[in-house]
């Protein structure tokens, strides 16, 4: 596992592979999620080339809120439970996210502290990208960094959405 994950706590995920021996393998993972659905083959394969497939166990804590950010995930298979803390230091379940979606892009993009906790609900297999080897996709392959930040944004943009409209729902009633 890098250092980068390890330092994150992940150290409790498997790691399935990475890199070429694995590129087939993880290529046909994400190929079938809904988050890189409309990317084309090659683009699927230049993916693939910079993400790192892990399975992990319930209960298993792939990051804290207020923990610095340094990756997304995608869920292959499985889910993954969102905790938010709320006014009395407990945590409040916001989300779950199943497979085929997406969490912790804003990472990608800003590095900032965590917004909310993501803890995994069921055995679950991951494709993980992290903030370097983003850095690296934007480089060397920019035009699908550009479909990647693309999709980010879009889901930043409808996630805020929902919750404005929750916010109005709530100051309403």
């Given at each position: 596992m890098s250092a980068d994950l390890s330092s994150r706590g992940l150290w409790a995920l498997e790691l399935l592979g990475s890199g070429a021996p694995f590129q087939a393998e993880l290529r046909d993972l994400l190929a079938g999620s809904r988050a890189f659905a409309d990317l084309e083959g090659h683009e699927i394969a230049q993916l693939a080339r910079y993400m790192q497939a892990y399975r992990g166990a319930p209960h298993t804590v792939l990051f804290q809120e207020g923990e610095n950010g340094s990756f997304m995930c995608v869920v292959i298979e499985g889910?993954?439970?969102i905790f938010k803390q709320d006014s009395d230091?407990?945590?409040k379940r916001i989300s779950e996210i199943g497979a085929g979606k997406t969490v912790g892009e804003m990472a990608l993009i800003d590095g900032e502290p965590r917004s909310a906790t993501?803890?995994?609900s069921r055995p679950t297999t991951l494709a993980i990208l992290t903030r370097d080897d983003f850095r690296r996709i934007l480089h060397e392959h920019p035009a699908l960094g550009?479909?990647?930040?693309?999709k980010i944004v879009t889901l930043t943009s409808r996630r805020l959405r929902l919750?404005?409209?929750?916010?109005?729902?709530?100051?309403?009633?």
């Open positions: 889910a993954a439970e230091a407990g945590n993501c803890m995994l550009v479909k990647i930040l693309m919750v404005s409209g929750q916010l109005v729902d709530y100051l309403e009633g």
